[in-house]
């Protein structure tokens, strides 16, 4: 996989010398007709949590700034890979943003190769510091057939907590500010309204987590929620890890899920966006009143370019996640 990100990042660059050249001569065409038009701010985020974060923060001055985001397409952050487009937009932008787990391994490989010497780039994980948590196995939980036994393995979904958005955003505003001094106050300005936005859905999370009778939640899915349920304390039984690429449950994960349903006389088993609910259907199946209800709490880990057209926020996603939770919880 090493060879052939070299590869393509060598087919980037071939490719984007010849266009830095096209790009030069339009410069210079521009400046000849004394239009003077300011160049866009270029930013590159990974994933949909990011590029929405940064869209808010830049708020009034988005027009003047251009924002990719990669993964636009539905594929998910842990099977992505890099185009030679994508590693192109990265070399050359101002401002960086991408999350930082195992994942993301394809990134360092890219910078390496960056352009432009004044790039700012931000990784979510280093900047969570302690805060992030490694992958649990937890009782009854499916052993992850590619599992490292050796190295420690981060919980990369950290974007699934309020708590941790609020910090984060706060440094994607350090960042724009670092890039764009200019417009220091407008950042600042939208950080502080944006952060109010999210203390008060963290909010309504818990007092929808402080009046339920059910502290805990099944998933017959993987399971990228850790950072959710520890935020509100609350206890969580799943067939995988977040990150687990296993797609098939074993008996004995089945049984012991339809075990937890009985024992704790759950009324739901969560799945995940994108997934076809059969593990969740056999586990509710397997249980004895064989009446939970599937429900799908979203990990917008499959956002697409089409979803950000029709409209779809980060708030959006957690206030819609919010309700399934308290429907979860009853």
Same mark, same amino acid.
């Given at each position: 996989m090493k060879r052939v990100l070299a590869i393509i990042i060598a087919a980037a660059f071939a490719i984007g010398s010849l266009a830095a050249c096209g790009n030069r001569s339009a410069e210079e065409g521009s400046a000849a007709k004394g239009t003077g038009a300011p160049e866009k701010l270029q930013i590159v985020t990974t994933i949909f949590p990011i590029y929405d974060w940064v869209q808010n923060i830049l708020g009034e001055n988005a027009p003047h700034a251009e924002v990719t985001m990669l993964l636009d397409n539905g594929v998910d952050l842990h099977s992505y890979q890099p185009t030679v487009e994508d590693i192109m937009k990265i070399s050359t932008c101002d401002l960086f943003v991408y999350v930082g787990g195992e994942s993301d391994a394809w990134v360092s490989d890219a910078l390496e190769e960056a352009v432009n010497p004044d790039m700012v780039v931000v990784n979510l994980l280093e900047l969570l510091g302690d805060s992030v948590k490694e992958e649990e196995l937890k009782e009854g939980m499916q052993e992850d057939k590619h599992e490292h036994e050796e190295d420690a393995e981060y919980d990369e979904h950290v974007w699934l907590s309020l708590r941790n958005a609020e910090v984060l955003c706060e440094k994607i505003e350090? +960042? $724009? /500010?670092e890039i764009d001094p200019d417009c220091a106050d407008i950042y600042q300005k939208n950080l502080e309204s944006y952060n109010g936005k999210l203390q008060a859905l963290d909010a309504e999370y818990e007092a929808v987590v402080s009046? =339920?009778?059910v502290k805990t $939640? $099944? %998933?017959?899915?993987r399971f990228p929620f850790r950072y959710l349920v520890d935020d509100y304390g609350l206890d969580y %039984? =799943? +067939? %995988?890890?977040g990150c687990s690429a296993e797609t098939e449950a074993s008996f004995e994960t089945i049984t012991f899920l339809a075990g937890k349903v009985d024992e704790l006389s759950l009324h739901t088993v969560l799945t995940i966006e994108g997934g076809d609910g059969r593990i969740a259907e056999t586990i509710v199946q397997t249980s004895k009143a064989k009446d939970a209800k599937v429900l799908s709490l979203n990990s917008m880990q499959s956002v697409t370019a089409k979803d950000v057209q029709a409209g779809s926020t980060y708030l959006s996603m957690m206030e819609e996640n919010l309700k399934v939770l /308290? /429907? =979860?919880l009853k």
């Open positions: 350090q +960042a $724009l /500010e009046k =339920a009778s $939640l $099944l %998933f017959g899915d %039984f =799943a +067939a %995988f890890v /308290e /429907e =979860a």
